[in-house]
């Protein structure tokens, strides 16, 4: 059972536009949230991340963010860049113990010139 | 401030046989998290470290253990490998409860 799903395997958009991607999660007692980028042979890399007490989450290019109620996270890019084209992975965790994350299994974004 | 640095970055073995993974974390970085990717399972949570205590545990069997050191450095050890170990063996530090992981770049694991 996926607790955290992305259902778009993947996603094209052309350079200059905007990059929508989306995650959706089924635990309502996650409460903090995670988006990485992850480029073939290297491990992922931390993006952004949101808590459940806001509801957006803003750093340069890339903006979180999260709808409670419909239990859906979307990380939006702008303006895309061709050196955005990597697998996209949004990760939930809960609890006040612990860093135990559940990913998501990942959205391919290829921004083409 | 160096990453978190994973050896070796390629490993082969046979099946039966046992495997150490070796992670240092970003200093100051007190937690450590282990992570298996594989292409049908996407990344799974294996168990995480905090000063030298398990604080987490994934749901994989018994054969995969882990420890950390005083220094924070962790390693991680799977016995009597099966075909279906072969993974990207990922290891992730943090600094502290909600925080993000801050990623190695894996060990690849082939058992033949």
């Known amino acids: 059972d996926q607790q955290v799903k992305q259902n778009s395997p993947s996603l094209s958009v052309q350079e200059g536009r905007i990059s929508i991607l989306n995650c959706d999660y089924t635990?309502?007692?996650?409460?903090?949230f995670l988006w990485y980028k992850k480029y073939p042979a290297e491990g992922p890399t931390f993006l952004i991340s949101i808590s459940s007490i806001k509801d957006k989450n803003e750093d340069g290019r890339f903006t979180v963010f999260l709808n409670k109620s419909a239990k859906h996270l979307s990380l939006h890019i702008v303006p895309s860049q061709p050196g955005d084209s990597a697998v996209y992975f949004c990760?939930?965790?809960?609890?006040?113990?612990?860093?135990?994350?559940?990913f998501g299994p990942g959205t391919r974004l290829s921004v083409l010139p | 401030k160096a990453g978190v640095t994973q050896t070796p970055r390629y490993l082969i073995k046979t099946r039966g046989q046992q495997v150490t993974l070796s992670c240092s974390p970003i200093?100051?970085?007190?937690?450590v998290s282990w992570y298996q990717q594989t292409p049908g399972q996407g990344l799974q949570f294996l168990f995480e470290?905090?000063?030298?205590?398990?604080?987490n545990k994934g749901n994989f069997p018994g054969r995969f253990s882990g420890r950390q050191f005083s220094n924070s450095r962790s390693e991680m050890n799977v016995s009597t490998l099966e075909l279906g170990d072969s993974a990207l063996y990922l290891c992730?530090?943090?600094?502290?409860?909600?925080?993000?992981?801050?990623f190695g770049n894996g060990t690849r694991l082939t058992v033949t």
């Open positions: 470290y905090f000063s030298e205590t398990q604080r």
């Open positions: 200093s100051g970085h007190r937690s």
């Open positions: 990760a939930a965790s809960w609890g006040n113990y612990g860093q135990n994350f559940v």
């Open positions: 635990n309502s007692m996650f409460d903090y």
């Open positions: 992730a530090s943090s600094s502290e409860y909600n925080s993000p992981l801050h």
